[in-house]
């Protein structure tokens, strides 16, 4: 196991590196962030001081080995539309996003599990059907529209609910709604399907005939081990999630991460962006190795099977 | 001789309703492959025959006609901001839509299927570097990197559609990865290889062909989500740029304008709710037809 560990932690770092070389050159190729910078009366010679102070002037080699030497002190650098350092921003918006997400995350994730348990154990019930529509209109609509809709109906028609600003809890109602949304049906889905499977086991006609209560069966033993399956797709649901934030962020003017990624992508402020796009990655790549490593812990034959 | 009397009467009851159900179930399974079907029929054929069926230039404006509301005779579906014909802009931008969903899938399900075969059929060092590239593709947030592209290469078709492939085949590479390395350890393969096949004849003349019924299956299903994401990307501005209608744009286009002229976001809006559902039910519908196992998907 420990072996398994550690390879899988290499690996890890290497695909980190791999992910700063590609976002570097991705964002180096976004073209010249001084055409946003500069103004009417710049001279050559300015905008050839600006490039110098914001670190872009010389070989690519050589940015590259600044970008590699300021990241391994920590150093993020200053946005480059903003005189703030890209921390503080981050420090900023981050928080904001959090307030969205972690709420978001659970409503979503409780709802899925309730409503996936009861349709598997009701199975082509009236409730089963209803979810499976949810599921399936879910996934068809897109999310932005279904928020503007919304907006259309809660905020603008019948004004109960407010679509700008942060303050009350009413506030929360609409993005979080927007965010459970965007994640509810793809993981109704999996813990339908998950449960179904295991619902058919031998071990579960076992409890069953043991004489445990159904509650027990179902929310004990069998929702365990249908919950496997969801867990595997834990990085394509954390994309999913970031995507969400990009969306909801933009359509209630939201300040965090997602609104700061598209503004600074859009006002190619490289330090902002770079930050962003590694802060992700980190994420990601921690993400998929403690699936693998959980994975693993609950079924041997990966272990051994891959190292 | 009175349990004689009732009895064939409660079966022939039953049995009568058991027929209707089947009847009312393989009528509503019609439904679900019709219906999808004819939207998809009208879907390219509007996409193709866009530029005769609008009934005004899809671009033309008429800032006397601003937000006339649906129902306005010669504006069926009413104006944009712009007093641009939402009915024109709608058919227009089935073409994106399609378009886009379409190149993405084959560039997406090629690149796919290669990395794929040649992981699965070679293994080894090959299988297990393709397969974290695959991970992390799959992880990625694909609108981070949408965002980076768009702006790199300025927002325009050929940036979606790269940007959509970029993280795309990955989904393709995982599901031909597992076909294929159970096609590996079949009999024939192994007597090709004794016959002398090379490894390129044998993933290209003995494993591709067996992949290609979850190819097809997955490409359809991946029609609904490639519209959706175009859509979305457009919706944010770093898709299709501005006068070219795409039913995202669209949307965003009247979210400033929410109290006065609800339609110019509501109706592309159904749009890409009706295609996506549509794309989805045949794919479930494919799927169930060759592949059952793959119900999982």
Not at chain 1, 220 to 249: D, Q, W
Request: hydrophobic share 50%; glycine share 8%.
């Amino acid at each position: 196991m420990l072996r398994f560990i550690t390879i899988r932690f290499l690996q890890s770092i290497v695909a980190f590196f791999g992910i700063m070389v590609l976002v570097f050159f991705l964002v180096r190729l976004s073209g010249d962030p001084t055409v946003f910078l500069r103004s009417t009366t710049s001279t050559p010679e300015s905008i050839d001081l600006l490039r110098h102070k914001l670190g872009i002037d010389g070989s690519l080699g050589k940015q590259f080995w600044i970008y590699l030497k300021d990241y391994s002190k920590g150093d993020f650098g200053d946005s480059y539309t903003q005189q703030r350092s890209v921390i503080k921003m981050v420090e900023q918006a981050l928080p904001n996003t959090l307030k969205l997400g972690i709420p978001s995350f659970f409503i979503g994730m409780v709802l899925a599990l309730f409503l996936g348990v009861l349709a598997a154990t009701r199975r082509d019930s009236f409730f089963d059907n209803g979810v499976k529509f949810i599921a399936v209109l879910g996934q068809a609509l897109p999310g932005f529209w279904v928020a503007i809709m919304a907006v259309m109906i809660f905020s603008v028609r019948w004004r109960i609910l407010p679509a700008q600003g942060m303050n009350s809890l009413a506030n929360y109602v609409l993005p979080v709604g927007t965010m459970v949304f965007f994640m509810l049906p793809g993981m109704m889905r999996l813990v339908r399907s998950g449960m179904l499977d295991v619902l058919d086991s031998e071990y579960i006609k076992l409890a069953r005939i043991k004489g445990l209560s159904e509650n027990k069966v179902i929310w004990k033993h069998a929702l365990r081990n249908a919950l496997i399956t969801p867990l595997t797709t834990a990085g394509m649901l954390f994309a999913g999630i970031v995507g969400g934030a990009v969306f909801t962020e933009n359509i209630f003017n939201w300040p965090g991460m997602g609104r700061l990624a598209l503004e600074s992508t859009m006002g190619r402020d490289f330090p902002v962006v770079q930050t962003i796009a590694l802060i992700v990655a980190i994420m990601v790549l921690g993400m998929n190795f403690l699936v693998d490593i959980t994975y693993a812990y609950v079924d041997p034959q990966i272990r051994y099977q891959k190292s | 001789m009175q349990t004689q009397m009732t009895a064939p009467k409660t079966v022939s009851k039953t049995k009568s309703k058991h027929e209707a159900s089947i009847r009312r179930r393989r009528l509503t399974q019609n439904l679900t492959l019709i219906i999808p079907a004819a939207i998809f029929i009208i879907l390219i054929l509007t996409a193709i025959f866009a530029p005769w069926l609008e009934p005004l230039p899809y671009d033309k404006t008429d800032l006397v006609a601003r937000w006339a509301p649906p129902g306005t005779p010669g504006h069926l579906l009413g104006t944009d901001a712009l007093g641009r014909d939402v009915l024109s802009r709608v058919i227009y931008g089935a073409r994106v839509s399609l378009s886009v969903s379409l190149m993405v899938i084959f560039i997406t399900a090629f690149v796919g299927t290669a990395l794929g075969i040649l992981s699965g059929y070679l293994g080894g060092n090959v299988d297990s570097v393709i397969m974290r590239i695959t991970d992390i593709a799959l992880s990625f947030p694909g609108l981070l990197l949408a965002m980076l592209l768009a702006v790199s290469l300025g927002p325009g078709f050929f940036t979606v559609v790269l940007a959509l492939s970029v993280l795309g085949w990955a989904g393709y590479t995982r599901l031909v990865r597992g076909a294929s390395l159970q096609i590996r350890n079949s009999d024939y393969v192994a007597q090709a290889r004794v016959a002398g096949a090379s490894p390129w004849r044998i993933m290209f003349v003995h494993i591709f062909p067996n992949v290609v019924n979850p190819l097809i299956i997955i490409m359809t299903m991946a029609v609904g989500m490639m519209i959706l994401a175009e859509s979305g990307m457009s919706y944010l501005g770093i898709g299709i740029p501005q006068p070219t209608p795409s039913w995202g744009s669209m949307v965003s286009d009247g979210r400033n304008y929410l109290d006065t002229a609800y339609w110019i976001s509501l109706f592309p809006g159904i749009c890409i709710a009706l295609v996506v559902l549509s794309g989805n039910f045949l794919g479930d519908w494919l799927r169930d037809k060759m592949d059952p196992r793959l119900r999982q998907l």
